[in-house]
């Protein structure tokens, strides 16, 4: 085989193995067996043995990075990483709205998001490239940790358009993938991780990417830091525009006309977060259109646009729990 073949032969080995990719992980609906992908990826990977010089960094085979890191190199943050303001109760979250009202001429509509037990992280895409992953850190320096997000699966190596922009989200471990690490390291006589969010941060801040591929990680997308000239106008939109890209946001979003409608998704969450495969502490309420954002600003280290309804720790409960029963 020449040169112009293999780089042919490649291109369709990578579409086929891409598209295997997106039915297994993002649609939950494979429509191959794991033998014919793993026969596929060796395919793909013994070509590339033969013509080095047609690897390309979004090929699948690059998923699983080389050696072991000695140390992670710090990154600056262009457009800050910011923390979130919290709500505990339903009068603080009124009160965020009469101030959030108070700002903006016309009425509100808000998004409400899940807020994901896990590791916050930062994405970094040059021309539809995925070229860096990022930790939030303080919040302006982070860890590059490109090659651990590099294993997870449901980031795309490659955006649907070529876009250059910078997102963030929460990378997690699921809960079942989270029960079967802790039974593998407490057989082998290992210290388990005391929670999910735990067992997704250390997976990503170690040094080794074979360790990072094994753990199951996932990710979901909500925001967004640098993005070009982008057109949209509210955060919606930008949710909406990430998935098409082919960027995983998480599916329970929902925007919200007023406060009362805010209200009523808290609510729900709060008795039927145990039916989700992954662990969540709260939910994110964020003033949607864009604009208003602007109008409302920061505060020192958060948006005045936007808050986190925490629910109370799980651990608060059970613990109250037992002491009502030794009374
Ligand atoms: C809203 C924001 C704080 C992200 N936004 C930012 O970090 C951010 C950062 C600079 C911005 O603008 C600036 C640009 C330059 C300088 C200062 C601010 C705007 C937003 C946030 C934080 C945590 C979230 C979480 N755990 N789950 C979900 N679902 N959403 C979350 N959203």
């Given amino acids: 085989m020449n040169e112009a073949e293999a780089k042919q032969k490649l291109e369709s080995l990578r579409e086929q193995l891409d598209r295997y990719n997106y039915e297994y992980h993002v649609e939950d609906k494979p429509s191959v067996s794991d033998y014919e992908y793993d026969m596929k990826m060796r395919e793909l990977i013994e070509l590339e043995g033969k013509f080095p010089e047609l690897i390309t960094p979004d090929s699948p085979s690059q998923r699983v990075g080389g050696p072991p890191?000695?140390?992670?190199?710090?990154?600056q943050h262009n457009v800050p990483m910011l923390s979130l303001g919290n709500a505990f109760n339903e009068e603080e979250l009124r009160d965020f709205d009469r101030r959030a009202r108070g700002g903006v001429e016309e009425d509100i509509e808000y998004v409400c998001e899940l807020k994901i037990d896990g590791l916050a992280v930062s994405l970094t895409y040059e021309e539809g490239l995925f070229v860096r992953g990022a930790t939030r850190g303080d919040g302006t320096t982070g860890e590059d940790i490109t090659k651990n997000l590099r294993t997870i699966r449901n980031i795309p190596l490659r955006l649907k358009e070529n876009h250059s922009l910078e997102v963030r989200g929460e990378a997690y471990m699921p809960k079942k993938s989270f029960l079967a690490l802790n039974e593998e390291k407490e057989a082998n006589g290992d210290e388990p991780f005391a929670n999910p969010r735990n067992a997704a941060a250390g997976s990503l801040r170690q040094l080794d990417p074979k360790i990072a591929a094994k753990r199951n990680l996932d990710i979901f997308l909500y925001g967004v830091g640098e993005?070009?000239?982008?057109?949209?106008?509210?955060?919606?939109?930008?949710?909406?525009?990430?998935?098409?890209l082919g960027l995983k946001t998480n599916p329970e979003w929902k925007k919200c006309?007023?406060?009362?409608?805010?209200?009523?998704?808290?609510?729900?969450?709060v008795e039927h977060r145990m039916n989700l495969d992954y662990e969540i502490d709260g939910i994110v309420i964020k003033v949607d259109r864009l604009d208003q954002q602007d109008v409302l600003g920061f505060t020192a280290k958060s948006p005045r646009w936007a808050i986190a309804y925490k629910f109370p720790a799980e651990e608060a409960i059970t613990h109250l729990k037992d002491i009502e029963l030794s009374v």
């Fill in 227 to 244: 993005w070009e000239d982008s057109p949209l106008e509210s955060h919606s939109e930008r949710l909406e525009k990430l998935e098409e």
């Fill in 257 to 269: 006309k007023d406060i009362e409608e805010v209200i009523d998704y808290v609510n729900g969450w």
């Fill in 69 to 75: 890191l000695d140390a992670f190199v710090k990154v």
